[in-house]
T-cell receptor, first 112, second 115 residues
Framework: GESVGLHLPTLSVQEGDNSIINCAYS??????FIWYKQESGKGPQFIID?????DKRQGQRVTVLLNKTVKHLSLQIAATQPGDSAVYFC???????????FGSGTKLNVKP | GAVVSQHPSRVICKSGTSVKIECRSL??????MFWYRQFPKQSLMLMAT?????????EQGVEKDKFLINHASLTLSTLTVTSAHPEDSSFYIC???????????FGSGTRLTVV
């Protein structure tokens, strides 16, 4: 299957700072990406998505950047809060394909 | 919004027994559901795609005779772990997809412990 990986397994940030979580993917045919947040013992929660015809998409306090040239995407969280502490996964698929393949995850620790 | 319910949330079973996990779409009809497995501190690994009214499609390396999937209605898919062994202990998560949409609604997961 596709291979999606993350650069940093753990990221610690101070409350109020901005966080950047990175993800590399290997399948150049992937054209739809989602960032998920997973709290301990729970299922993944949708954060934001982006299609390959876009380079950037913004949500509430979150921004996803996609660089298709180097097959890299990132999740930026502005003004990180303690409630943002969780494991973050990127997932990729091909449009209308529906099957998602997940990266290895980054644990975000927000220090008060 | 779309809600996916999983049951049970936790189950402990003896080695050699079978366990059934249910995944329900509560407020929408799901033509497709997906089953994932997640080991501690690891990512979600797609196990199979469950299609209403037809056979499930399994990912490479997943034993279809061990992980039986039934998607008999548009709101229910079940995963049965047959002859469970301790190495099957994991967090099992389903997600459901509305036709023409993307499968990004996840259930809350089932923690299976085989003793």
């Amino acid at each position: 299957g596709e291979s999606v990986g993350l650069h940093l397994p753990t990221l610690s940030v101070q409350e109020g700072d901005n966080s950047i979580i990175n993800c590399a993917y290997s399948n150049s045919a992937s054209d739809y990406f989602i960032w998920y947040k997973q709290e301990s013992g729970k299922g993944p929660q949708f954060i934001i998505d982006i299609r390959s015809n876009m380079d950037k998409r913004q949500g509430q306090r979150v921004t996803v950047l996609l660089n298709k040239t180097v097959k890299h995407l990132s999740l930026q969280i502005a003004a990180t809060q303690p409630g943002d502490s969780a494991v973050y996964f990127c997932a990729e698929t091909r449009y209308n394909f529906n099957k998602f393949y997940f990266g290895s995850g980054t644990k975000l620790n927000v220090k008060p | 919004g779309a809600v996916v319910s999983q049951h049970p949330s936790r189950v402990i079973c003896k080695s050699g027994t079978s366990v059934k996990i249910e995944c329900r779409s509560l407020d929408f009809q799901a033509t497709t559901m997906f089953w994932y497995r997640q080991f501690p501190k690891q990512s979600l690994m797609l196990m199979a795609t469950s299609n209403e009214g037809s056979k499930a499609t399994y990912e490479q390396g997943v034993e279809k005779d061990k992980f039986l999937i039934n998607h008999a209605s548009l709101t229910l898919s079940t995963l049965t772990v047959t002859s469970a062994h301790p190495e099957d202990s994991s967090f099992y998560i389903c997600s459901a997809s509305i036709s023409g949409n993307y499968g990004y609604t996840f259930g809350s997961g089932t923690r299976l412990t085989v003793v």
